[in-house]
C-alpha cells in the first residue's frame, strides 16, 4: 500500500476512534488545577477511622489519607455551623462578619444569663468578597452543593450553581420527597447523602473540560439522623468502642457519607482528573459530645474547649502533596483561603483582609509554619444539649461569653462573666482538665494581654451590660 493511502486510513481509524470512545476515558484538558471543598456537618475529630475511630466505618477517607498530609491540629474558626462557614467562605474571624452562632444569641433560661449577649448577624454580608468569588473571576466553574446556612442562595456570593443550599441549618429529612425548595425530589425514598454525592460526580463530569471549584457541604450528620435502614441496622449489632457507637444512624450516616466520597474520587480517576485536582476534606466544627466521644479531647459542638472546635482536616494533591504524612502544626479553616490562592498562583484582592495565613509551602515542601496565636471569639450564650452530658465548664451553657486563644501549646479560655481565666498545656493535656493559671500566672497574664490586644485590633465586641432578669439563685427545674 502507498505510504500516503496508509497515513489517509491511519487518520481515518484515529478519528473514529475519537468518535466512539467513552467520554468517561477520555482525558481532560490540562490547565489550572481543579479544587474539591468537602465540609460535613458534625463530623468530630475522631469519628473518622484515619484520626482514629475504631468505631465508624470510612475506608474511602481512609485510603484518601494515605495520598494526602493530614493535619492532627485543624481548627474550625467557631464551634458551631453558621459562623464557622462564615469564616471558612470569608477567610475572616467572626468579629469582622458578625455571625457568632446560629441565631438567636441568647440562648439558654434567662434567668441564667447574667449578661446581654452581643446580638448576633444571622447573614454573610454581600459585601464580603467570598473566596467563591475569586474564583469564579478568574474562570472557575463554581458549585455549591448542600448546606449553605449563611444566607439564601450561594449564587449571589460566588457560585455558578446552587443545589440545596438555602438558610437552613438542617435538612427536614434525609428522604426524597425533601421539602427543600432548591433541590428537586427524587424518586420516593431517595437518600439525600446520596444524591448530593451524584449530583457532585454530575457537576464533575459537565465540568471536566475547565477549572472547576466544587463546594461540597453535606448536611450529614446533622440532626435529624436518620440513617439508611440497612446499615442502621448493622450497626445496631456493632459494639461500642472509645465512647463512639451510641447512635446506629450516627454511624450509617457517616458510613453513607464516606461511600460518597469513594463515588466522587472513582469519577475523578476515571477522567484523569486525580492529578490536577485539590481536595480539602474537613467538618464545621466538633462532634456532638452526647452522641460520640471524641476522647481525649474535651466536650463537642458548641464548646471551646477542644472537642468542639478542633475537626479532621486533609489536603490531597497527586503529584504535588506528598501522601501518607501528618502534619502537628495548629491550623484553622481560616486558612483555605489564601492557601487556594496561593496553590492557584492567584493574586490576593488588594482590599481584601484576610484572617489566615498561606498554608502551600507547608502542604508541598514541609517548611515550618511560624508560631501565631489562633482566637476565637464567642460574646454569647449557647445552651447546653443535656445534663452532664456535655463535658462543659456547667450543666447549664455548651458556651457562656468569652474569648479563647491558642499558642503553641498554651491554651487560655476567658470568660465574661466572671472575668476568670483557664490555662491549659495541651502537649501535656490534651483533655483540658488541669487548669494551670493559679499555678502559672506569668504565662495567664501574658496569653490574656495578647488576647485583649488582639480584640482591639479586630474591635471584637465584649458583652459588659446586666441581665435584668439575671437570678443567681435560680436553679431551672431538675438541675442542682
Known amino acids: 500500500m502507498h505510504r500516503s493511502t496508509t497515513g489517509l486510513l491511519l487518520l481515518f481509524c484515529l478519528l473514529i476512534f475519537s468518535q466512539c470512545a467513552d467520554p468517561a476515558e477520555t482525558p481532560a484538558t490540562s490547565g489550572p488545577p481543579n479544587i474539591i471543598l468537602v465540609v460535613v456537618d458534625d463530623l468530630g475529630w475522631r ?61 439558654g433560661n434567662k434567668k441564667t444569663r447574667k449578661l446581654i449577649p452581643t446580638p448576633n448577624t444571622k447573614t454573610l454580608a454581600d459585601s ?19 448546606k449553605w ?3 439564601d442562595d450561594p449564587t449571589t456570593q460566588g457560585f455558578d450553581i446552587n443545589v440545596g443550599g438555602t438558610h437552613a441549618g438542617h435538612p427536614k429529612t434525609y428522604f426524597s420527597p425533601y421539602q427543600n425548595p432548591n433541590l428537586k425530589d427524587g424518586p420516593e425514598g431517595e437518600y439525600l447523602t446520596e444524591r448530593l454525592s451524584s449530583e457532585a460526580v454530575h457537576f464533575i463530569r459537565n465540568h471536566r473540560e475547565e477549572p472547576f471549584f466544587l463546594y461540597l457541604p453535606y448536611f450529614t450528620i446533622h440532626t435529624p439522623l436518620q440513617g439508611k435502614p440497612g446499615l442502621v441496622d448493622k450497626y445496631e449489632g456493632k459494639k461500642m468502642s472509645g465512647g463512639q457507637g451510641r447512635n446506629p444512624h450516627y454511624a450509617a450516616m457517616i458510613e453513607t457519607m464516606d461511600s460518597g466520597i469513594g463515588f466522587i474520587m472513582r469519577t475523578l480517576k476515571s477522567l484523569q482528573l486525580e492529578e490536577n485536582t485539590i481536595i480539602i476534606f474537613t467538618s464545621d466544627n466538633g462532634g456532638i459530645s452526647y452522641l460520640s466521644r471524641q476522647s481525649p479531647l474535651r466536650a463537642g459542638k458548641g464548646s471551646y474547649y477542644e472537642g468542639g472546635i478542633r475537626v479532621p482536616f ?88 468569652g474569648t479563647v486563644m491558642r499558642l503553641g501549646n498554651w491554651k487560655l479560655h476567658e470568660y465574661f462573666e466572671d472575668g476568670a481565666l483557664e490555662l491549659y498545656n495541651l502537649e501535656d493535656d490534651l483533655g483540658e482538665t488541669n487548669d494551670l493559671s493559679a499555678t502559672n500566672p506569668e504565662k495567664a497574664a501574658e496569653l490574656h494581654q495578647m488576647m485583649q490586644t488582639w480584640r482591639e485590633s479586630t474591635q471584637a465586641p465584649v458583652p459588659t451590660e446586666l441581665n435584668p432578669d439575671y437570678d443567681a439563685d435560680f436553679r431551672p427545674q431538675g438541675r442542682r
Request: charged share 20%; aromatic share 8%.
Open 47 to 107: 469519628d473518622v477511622g484515619f484520626m482514629g475511630s475504631t468505631y465508624y466505618e470510612t475506608p474511602h477517607l481512609d485510603s484518601l489519607s494515605q495520598r494526602s498530609l493530614v493535619f492532627t491540629n485543624g481548627y474550625a474558626g467557631a464551634a458551631n455551623c453558621a459562623p464557622s462557614r462564615a469564616c471558612l467562605l470569608s477567610g475572616q474571624n467572626t468579629p469582622r462578619h458578625g455571625i457568632y452562632t446560629v441565631s438567636p444569641s441568647d440562648r
Open 128 to 146: 464580603v468578597l467570598t473566596l467563591a468569588e475569586v474564583l469564579q473571576s478568574n474562570g472557575y466553574a463554581t458549585c455549591s452543593i448542600g
Open 149 to 151: 446556612h449563611v444566607g
Open 314 to 401: 486533609m489536603v490531597t494533591w497527586p503529584g504535588r502533596v506528598e501522601g501518607g504524612r501528618k502534619s502537628d502544626a495548629p491550623v484553622t479553616l481560616m486558612d483555605v483561603y489564601p492557601t487556594v490562592l496561593d496553590l492557584l498562583d492567584l493574586e490576593k484582592p488588594a482590599d481584601k483582609l484576610l484572617d489566615g495565613i498561606s498554608l502551600k509551602d507547608h502542604i508541598l515542601e514541609g517548611d515550618a509554619i511560624a508560631e501565631r496565636p489562633l482566637y476565637w471569639h464567642f460574646p454569647i450564650y449557647l445552651q447546653a444539649y443535656r445534663k452532664g452530658e456535655d463535658q462543659s465548664r456547667d450543666s447549664l451553657f455548651r458556651t457562656r461569653p
